[in-house]
């Protein structure tokens, strides 16, 4: 297998709202805030549902790869429950293997409320229910060892079991790569993330945001120098800026694709990993993987949802 990815396994589900929801709400916009069943319940009551889909970060970059001919896995806990089960579903529609096996669980099937502004930015409320209570029990060392690359999301990372599950996966793991998933994570777990981008991640994909704020930076430039003396590949977007790719001191730049209808920007960033990835894993140059990369993304931010 290529790509095995281990992430929060949720069902987003997709509203329209105007600005001053947001702040009615205190609501960061284009950010993630985890909320408990009952602030989950009570968001949703006064809203439009417009789709409801499988998501999840490292799931809809998983899709991705599958769809452009990789064979890819997943591993997320979801409950034996109506949600559970269309998740499954899901994966398996778009075939991916799934190293889960469902059961009883004392929570729900995790879900994110992605709410969409007119500007097309999302902001997310996400209730993990049994997604966060994922453990190394959950771990196929099996399905790790046969992947060239272990995909992990910072949105899993957290004290306790989902640590757990997450450092027996790279202990595992024959290359690991992660997304630093969302400012607000970063801020919350800053030195272990620092951590694993120094010594542990052969990948780090992150925005503008979360690698100025990991690393306290002042520029760009600050970044550039961190980047090269990581060592390491790092990957970041930077909206309509585009990519850059540094490897110690190599540096590799990716214009946007200009002129496009932008409808939503879930998972543009999702889709750029799997862009990316997929030219990484079939030894594409570096210039080339960013391109499918924006490729993917550009794809995905001209409809609804986060997944193509």
Known sequence: MKVIGIGNAIVDVICKVEDNFL????????????????EFKKLLSNLKIEETISGGS?????????????KVGFIGKVNEDDLGNKYEEGLKKEKVEYFY???????????????????????????????????ENDVDVNAIKNSGITFLEGYLWD???????FDKAIQNSNKVAMSLSDQFCVERHKPHYLDLVKNKLDITFANEQEIFSLIKAKNFDEVISFGKQLGRLIV?????????AIQKDKVVECDIQKNLKIADLTGAGDLFAAGFLHGYINNLSIKESLKKGTEMSSKVIQKIGARL
């Open 23 to 38: 702040s009615e709400n205190n609501l960061t916009k284009s950010t993630m805030k985890l909320v408990n069943e009952a």
């Open 58 to 70: 490292v799931a809809n970059s998983i899709v991705g790869l599958s769809q452009l001919g990789n």
């Open 101 to 135: 096996s469902k059961k009883k669980e004392e929570l729900p099937t995790g879900t994110c409320l992605i709410l969409i502004t007119p500007d097309s930015e999302r902001t997310m409320c996400t209730f993990l229910g049994t997604a966060g209570k994922i453990n």
């Open 159 to 165: 004290e306790g079991n989902p640590k757990k599950a």
């Open 236 to 244: 970041i977007t930077r909206g309509e800026k585009g990519s850059v």
